[in-house]
């Protein structure tokens, strides 16, 4: 089968080409779950906020312009997608009561072998961080957002986005430590 | 010992200065310790795998869709639109020639009907239709026209010059389909039957002596 390009798909998307947008998602579903997923904190909210963001970069599609990769564009939707929601359901999560081993893993299925312990562990503290220290440190720090992009996406001051920056990742230190101590403690047992 | 803040660690983290806080950082192992511990724990965070959708995601993303189509079937339906859309152009084009040049009363001539406004087709079998009658009436509008040109001693010519510009015209709507859909049966069946009345017409027209072969009018 011919592989099509990107532009070629998006200008089938356009049209309303079902099997277009199909192929524009398997090139960039993993991408886009992945984001979302990082910022909801658990699986069943971020397959929610995935398919938002796509049938909305789908509704749209036809503002999309080309000044930036479409799985740039794609991964903005699912960003504004996933803080729209959050800010809107306002959920909060109760830290210390959570923090017992039974949260979500981020499907651990769909996780690689190789250092899988480390990275469950690094995601679950992410995980158990209040809502919006999550999305800023994120943001952040892996996505690159400014503290006046995060202000302005959130709906915060600067100073705040900052101030949650600094708190957020001292609870991330705190919950891998606490969790490192944990994992010694039960490996200590079995022994 | 005071030890540094979180707000100072993050500030030092982001490449930031702090008045003090080097000289702080030399001299307090816990202090370097946990800047470190930051800086680790970031990088570790930029190194979280990508995830795997979850199984049937795109299944429940397209049911939302309202406007997705087969697109074998809009390929069909667009270029059978524009044949049908071309076809009345040219019987309309070819009535209205005819008129012009008929010495005969506008009765005599029977030219078909054309309905210029007629809604597009919303389907392939009424696109199909819609080619089907308008093809009959352009074969009934050549028809009279051959005759029409007989009669007066007209030479034929022209006549070919409009059906080859009406064939180049349907070879470009069946290679612009195609550019979309190149492995669909029906849109190669188009352009190449378009393809093989064209090349039949320009023979014919290479044959007429005093007839100027047009070169390459569309492409």
Redo the contacts between chains.
């Keep these: 089968m011919v592989e099509l390009t990107e532009a070629v798909l998006v200008r089938r998307a356009c049209e309303g080409e079902l099997e277009a947008m199909r192929q524009l998602y398997e090139r960039h579903s993993s991408r886009v779950y992945t984001v979302v997923r990082r910022l909801a904190g658990d699986d069943d909210l971020a397959a929610d906020l995935a398919q938002d963001a796509w049938a909305n970069a789908f509704q749209k599609i036809r503002a999309f312009r080309g000044d930036a990769a479409f799985g740039t564009w794609v991964h903005r939707i699912a960003v504004n997608t996933a803080l729209t929601r959050l800010r809107q359901q306002a959920r909060r999560r109760d830290l210390e009561q959570s923090f017992d081993g039974s949260g979500t893993l981020g499907n651990p299925d769909r996780w690689p072998a190789s250092g899988a312990a480390d990275r469950v562990m690094v995601q679950r503290a992410l995980d158990k961080l209040p809502e919006g220290y999550r999305a800023v440190l994120w943001l952040h720090d892996v996505e690159g957002y400014t503290h006046e992009e995060i202000g302005a996406q959130l709906g915060i001051a600067v100073g705040t986005s900052k101030s949650q920056l600094s708190k957020a990742r001292a609870k991330m230190r705190s919950l891998m430590e606490q969790s490192k101590s944990a994992e010694v403690v039960d490996h200590g047992a079995s022994n | 010992m005071v030890h540094l803040t ?2 100072t ?3 030092l ?1 982001d490449g930031g200065r702090v008045a003090g806080a080097e000289d702080h950082l030399a001299d307090c192992p816990v202090c370097h310790g ?1 800047l470190e ?2 800086r680790r ?2 990088s ?11 199984p049937q ?2 299944e ?3 049911a ?2 309202p ?5 074998w079937l ?1 390929g069909q339906l667009r270029v059978a639109a524009q044949v049908a859309a071309m076809a009345a152009v040219f019987v309309i084009g070819l009535g209205l020639g005819s008129m012009f040049r008929s010495s005969e009363p506008a009765g005599e001539a029977s030219l078909p009907q054309v309905v210029a406004d007629q809604p597009p087709a919303s389907s392939l079998p009424d696109a199909m239709a819609d080619v089907q009658r308008l093809s009959a009436q352009y074969n009934a509008a050549l028809a009279n026209l051959e005759r029409l040109a007989q009669q007066d001693g007209t030479p034929v010519p022209s006549l070919a010059e409009h059906r080859l510009a009406s064939l180049n015209a349907l070879v470009e709507a069946s290679r612009t389909a195609l550019s ?1 859909e ?1 492995a669909d049966p029906v849109l190669n069946a188009y352009l190449f039957a378009a393809l093989e009345q064209r090349e039949e017409v320009l023979r014919q027209m290479g044959a007429q002596p005093g007839t100027r072969r047009p070169g390459v009018m569309w492409r």
């Design positions: 979180e707000e660690f993050s500030e983290l946990e511990g930051l724990l970031r570790e965070l930029r190194e979280l795998p990508e995830l795997e959708a979850p995601q795109w429940e993303i397209a939302r869709l406007y997705g189509r087969r697109p809009r979309a190149p």
